[in-house]
């Protein structure tokens, strides 16, 4: 797959940009997949870092918490800091955020700086996540930008899937702080990468005036973006409240071991990584609209499986990770063509609207699992409720709010 600026002659729908705003894939994947990464690497250390710092496994999970808020606040300021100053130097102060607060978890004494540097890490690892949605919106028109996410978003599920297995071979080796050492590490080797490969791409004719927050303003003037924003938020909803009530479903109500939820996990990665690879390799050809009517009807399609064999089915995993493999082979159709949509809006505040679309995801994931929280947890239908629920609700909104 080639990411630099093709010619006009080869695909004349395609951007027509100078050729030094190209972007590396390699980059351009590993500041995407960052932030997902540090959250599933230290998982098998929760263990180890309750042990010294005395404290308990809720402790440590108020650390997710604030890692996702800090996530959401993150790109909520680097989107229009980005339409102003750029996307190398922003990215830039991002990733050395993101390093600096991997290098502070890793030499903590005391939870409160463990802490500290977990929101650190977030901070800083969210400027990848919308500045690498904006530089391919630079580089690249609306098409062309679905098929370039969905690649990514494949190559990342790889990511985030081997990554506990990174962390946990590290924690065996050596021991907890081993994993923030491992990232403190890549975040360095990351900021060395961007001096030397993070090209500016941003259209320097297309800086936004006025106020720096007025980028916010002016994206939401549009319906489409609103249309896009909520279904894309809603998706990530269900997926958080998937993550989240997956593991109390098949380990402490159905009885199966960590290590048999551990390998039915793998069902849910394989799933998106076909469907992200389907996007890739068709939104450029189709389109958005078209890509969506095909996956529209595979996430329903999972929705009533889900309530149906959590209704009627055997308390299996099998009941549970069936569904949520069609539920996510359409996500990974959709998502890269409703982000590449919702970007699309303005050209003159990429940046914006990537970062409250980054936001308003982590905050409807926030939210959605709060709801979780409020119900039973000893029925799964709730749990398959909330989740086909936010399914729905999200495929609805791209439909009626659709103009």
């Given at each position: 797959?080639?990411?630099?600026?093709?010619?006009?002659e080869?695909?004349?729908?395609?951007a027509?940009?100078?050729?030094?705003?190209?972007?590396?894939l390699?980059l351009?994947?590993?500041?995407?997949?960052?932030?997902?990464v540090?959250?599933n690497?230290?998982?098998?250390?929760?263990?180890?870092?309750?042990?010294?710092?005395?404290?308990?496994i809720?402790?440590?999970?108020?650390?997710?918490?604030?890692y996702l808020?800090?996530?959401?606040?993150?790109?909520?300021?680097?989107?229009p800091?980005?339409?102003?100053?750029?996307?190398?130097?922003?990215?830039?102060?991002?990733?050395a955020i993101?390093?600096?607060g991997?290098?502070l978890?890793?030499?903590?004494?005391?939870?409160?700086?463990?802490?500290?540097?977990?929101?650190?890490?977030?901070?800083?690892?969210?400027?990848?996540?919308?500045?690498?949605r904006?530089?391919?919106?630079?580089?690249?028109?609306?098409?062309?930008v679905?098929?370039v996410?969905?690649?990514?978003?494949?190559?990342?599920?790889?990511?985030?899937?081997?990554?506990?297995?990174?962390?946990?071979?590290?924690?065996?080796?050596?021991?907890w702080?081993?994993p923030f050492?491992?990232?403190?590490?890549?975040?360095?080797?990351?900021?060395?990468?961007?001096?030397?490969?993070?090209?500016?791409?941003?259209?320097p004719?297309?800086?936004?005036?006025?106020?720096?927050?007025?980028?916010?303003?002016?994206?939401?003037k549009?319906?489409a973006?609103?249309?896009?924003?909520?279904y894309?938020?809603?998706?990530?909803?269900?997926?958080?409240?998937?993550?989240?009530g997956?593991?109390?479903?098949?380990?402490?109500?159905w009885?199966?071991?960590?290590?048999?939820f551990?390998?039915?996990?793998?069902?849910?990665?394989?799933?998106?990584?076909?469907?992200?690879?389907?996007?890739?390799?068709?939104?450029?050809?189709?389109?958005?609209?078209?890509?969506?009517?095909?996956?529209?009807?595979?996430?329903?399609?999972g929705?009533?499986?889900?309530?149906?064999?959590?209704?009627?089915?055997?308390?299996?995993?099998?009941?549970?990770?069936?569904?949520i493999?069609?539920?996510?082979?359409?996500?990974?159709v959709?998502?890269?063509?409703?982000?590449?949509?919702?970007?699309?809006?303005?050209?003159?505040?990429?940046?914006?609207?990537?970062?409250?679309?980054?936001?308003?995801q982590?905050?409807f994931?926030?939210?959605?699992?709060?709801?979780?929280?409020?119900?039973?947890?000893?029925e799964?239908?709730?749990?398959?409720?909330?989740?086909?629920?936010?399914l729905?609700?999200?495929?609805?909104?791209?439909?009626?709010?659709?103009?």
């Amino acid at each position: 797959m080639d990411l630099n600026l093709p010619s006009d002659e080869q695909a004349p729908r395609r951007a027509r940009t100078s050729p030094a705003r190209t972007i590396s894939l390699p980059l351009l994947v590993v500041i995407t997949a960052l932030p997902a990464v540090t959250i599933n690497i230290y998982l098998p250390s929760m263990p180890g870092i309750v042990t010294y710092f005395q404290t308990d496994i809720p402790t440590i999970q108020y650390a997710l918490s604030l890692y996702l808020l800090g996530l959401a606040v993150g790109q909520l300021a680097y989107g229009p800091l980005s339409d102003r100053l750029g996307r190398r130097p922003v990215l830039l102060a991002g990733m050395a955020i993101y390093s600096t607060g991997s290098l502070l978890c890793s030499l903590a004494q005391g939870i409160e700086i463990f802490l500290v540097g977990r929101v650190l890490q977030a901070i800083g690892g969210g400027a990848g996540m919308v500045l690498g949605r904006a530089m391919v919106r630079d580089v690249y028109d609306e098409a062309r930008v679905a098929s370039v996410l969905g690649y990514t978003v494949m190559v990342t599920t790889i990511a985030t899937a081997v990554a506990p297995i990174i962390g946990g071979t590290l924690d065996e080796a050596f021991n907890w702080r081993a994993p923030f050492l491992f990232l403190a590490g890549l975040g360095a080797v990351v900021v060395l990468a961007c001096i030397v490969w993070a090209k500016e791409t941003r259209n320097p004719s297309a800086v936004p005036s006025g106020k720096v927050w007025m980028g916010y303003a002016r994206v939401l003037k549009y319906w489409a973006f609103w249309r896009f924003l909520l279904y894309s938020s809603l998706l990530t909803a269900s997926y958080f409240v998937f993550i989240a009530g997956s593991p109390v479903v098949v380990i402490e109500l159905w009885g199966y071991s960590p290590t048999h939820f551990g390998a039915w996990w793998i069902v849910g990665s394989l799933s998106y990584f076909i469907g992200s690879y389907i996007a890739g390799r068709y939104s450029e050809r189709l389109g958005t609209e078209n890509m969506l009517r095909l996956g529209s009807p595979i996430l329903l399609l999972g929705g009533a499986m889900l309530m149906g064999l959590l209704a009627i089915g055997p308390h299996h995993p099998l009941s549970l990770f069936a569904p949520i493999g069609v539920i996510f082979i359409g996500s990974g159709v959709v998502q890269p063509n409703i982000v590449s949509s919702a970007i699309n809006v303005d050209p003159k505040n990429i940046g914006s609207a990537s970062g409250l679309l980054g936001c308003t995801q982590i905050l409807f994931g926030i939210m959605a699992i709060s709801l979780l929280g409020l119900f039973p947890t000893g029925e799964p239908l709730y749990f398959g409720a909330i989740c086909a629920g936010a399914l729905l609700a999200g495929v609805l909104a791209g439909f009626v709010l659709k103009r």
